[in-house]
Each structure stands twice: as C-alpha cells, then as structure tokens.
C-alpha cells in the first residue's frame, strides 16, 4: 500500500518516447500504488478541456484503466486543465497547495513554482496566467489562437531560462521555510525546478523538515514513493 507522486512529465505528441515511458510507468512503475499525485506540468502544454485531440485521448484512456484515486494539481504549463479532463480520468484536482496526511503526519504538496520568489519577471508571468479573467477571456479563443498564444510563450521561456542565473530560477529557501510553518508540516513535495533531490529544511525552534524535489522525465523518470512511514525518491530508465 503506497502513494505515488510524479510531476514535470511534459507530455507533448511531438516526444513520442515519453508517452512511451509514460504508459510502460502505468503498467509496472505504480507497484503497490493505492493512488497517484501528480503535481504539476503533466502536459507540456494544455489548451483547454475542449482541445479534442487523438494524442489526449490516449493518456485519458490510460489513466482511467489504472481503477485508483488520481490527484492532479497545476503546473505553470498546464494550468488550464479543468472539471472535463478530471471527470474523464476520475481525478480530483487539486489547489496549490495542498495538505494531505501520510501514516498520520501532515505534507504539503505544491507544484513548485511559487516558491521560486527571486524570479521576478517569471512570477509576473505567473500572476497574469493564473488569473481566473485572463484564463476565462483565453478559452473564448480559438484553438490556433490559443496554440500560436503558447508557443510564443514557450519561446520567452526558453529565452528567459538561457539568460538567467541557474539559482534565481530554484526555489528561495526562506520562501521554503515560510510555506512549510504556515501550513505546519515537517515534509514538502514539489517539481518545477527539475532539481530533483531531498533537502534539510531549517524550520527554527531545532527543529528541522524535509524537502523532496521530482524531477522532470527525460531519459530517466522521477518517482516519490509513500509508504509505512518511508517517503523515498527514486529514478528509472525510460524506454
């Protein structure tokens, strides 16, 4: 009996090879699983619930043979997943963030994007596309409106990522440590740096929690494993 976490997939029809891992993950990867969390940047990009494409359907249609509670929660890639996809897959989607119990311990779950407070010109970005108005008047466009709108995105992000300092664009540990005593908790999950690693977090008092970051999945897959009282992050091969 355990939890699965995984986040930063990117699934996109052009990188056939992680659909691939992806699917051979559903079928071996969740082991003893009694459900799955994923936090975040699932689909490198999301259109919209109503951009019917054949590549969606086949990762709908695998999500729901795997018959286990499924969370999902927003990355800065797909944000705009919504009530459709979560019905079609049986998931609860989830706010960032959140709080959930493992073996009677509360953890906090977060995408991972907020925490990256030294990033200012990223966490302008995030304000806009994380506006419910801005995300309201995008799904009265097009789907080749909505697609030219993304791969324009896509390319400043590129841009901004090649021109900016590795560490501004990581997590800012005080920004950790505020998130972790307000919602109480001694263990935080998250992606979005593709950073993956566990850390020591300083909470103050002596006291002292843990940070675990997922990777993002290329050539290796990221996985956090919850159970009896273990929370261990693990990599494997793809393909």
Known sequence: MSDIFISDLHLDENRPELTTGFLQFLSNGLEDATSLYILGDFFEVW?????????????????QAINMPIFVMHGNRDFLLGPAFCNAIGATLLPD??????????????????????????????????????????????????QAFADQARGESKAHTRETAADIMDVTESEVVRAMQEAGVKTLIHGHTHR????????????????????????????????KGKIQLTSFLIG
């Open 97 to 146: 963030p959140s709080i959930i119990e493992l073996d009677g311990e509360p953890v906090l779950l977060m995408h991972g994007d907020s925490l990256c407070t030294s990033d200012t010109e990223y966490m302008k970005v995030r304000v806009l596309l994380r506006n419910e108005a801005f995300q309201k008047d995008f799904l009265t466009k097009s789907i080749p409106e909505r």
């Open 47 to 63: 259109l919209g619930d109503d951009h019917n494409t054949a590549f969606n359907q086949i990762i709908i249609n695998a999500l």
């Open 196 to 227: 993956p690693d566990e850390h020591i977090v300083d909470l103050s008092n002596d006291q002292s929690g843990r940070r675990l970051v997922l990777g993002d999945w290329g050539t290796h897959g990221w996985k956090i494993r919850a159970a």
